[in-house]
């Protein structure tokens, strides 16, 4: 793009150029917007760009848009599988507190070569539960 404000400049190389393009025509109503109004946030919803409500109110503070003011599937580099939620396959605290347990009746000496030995997979930590007394 060509002749953009020096407030874009951040996003280009960074944001998809249709959302530059319809950001820039939210830029251009800025002088147009009757302050005392509410913002609806039609545009920020609908399109997940800045509106210019919001667009004017970072400009009035003297920061330049950033990319994180725009919804991720704006980036560039935006990639779905990459941003999906990370589910680990095991509990690490689980493991943790079964050797905390084991740990924590033996001499301090000790303790440092139960570590090392469990970290190497040549022992392991179970937990140990109490039993019923009836």
């Given amino acids: 793009m ?5 407030c874009f400049t951040p996003l280009l190389g ?6 530059l393009k319809e950001c820039l025509n939210q830029f251009n109503k ?3 917007i009757n302050p005392t109004e509410q913002c609806l946030h039609t545009v920020t919803i609908g399109l997940e760009i800045p509106c210019s409500h919001r667009i004017r109110k970072r400009l009035k ?6 990319p994180a ?8 580099k ?3 599988e ?3 939620k990370y589910t680990p396959k095991f509990d690490l ?3 943790v507190n079964r050797i905390f347990v084991a740990l924590s009746n033996k001499d301090p000496k000790k303790q440092e070569e139960l570590i090392k030995q469990n970290v190497a997979g040549t022992h392991s930590s179970i937990s140990i539960q109490v039993p019923k007394v009836l």
């Fill in 93 to 95: 605290n689980d493991k």
């Fill in 82 to 84: 990459i941003t999906t």
């Fill in 30 to 32: 800025i002088k147009k």
């Fill in 78 to 80: 935006y990639d779905p």
């Fill in 69 to 76: 003011n725009f919804h991720f599937h704006r980036h560039l």
């Fill in 14 to 19: 960074h944001i998809s150029s249709f959302a």
């Fill in 2 to 6: 060509i002749n953009v404000p020096k």
């Fill in 61 to 66: 503070s003297g920061d330049a848009l950033d």
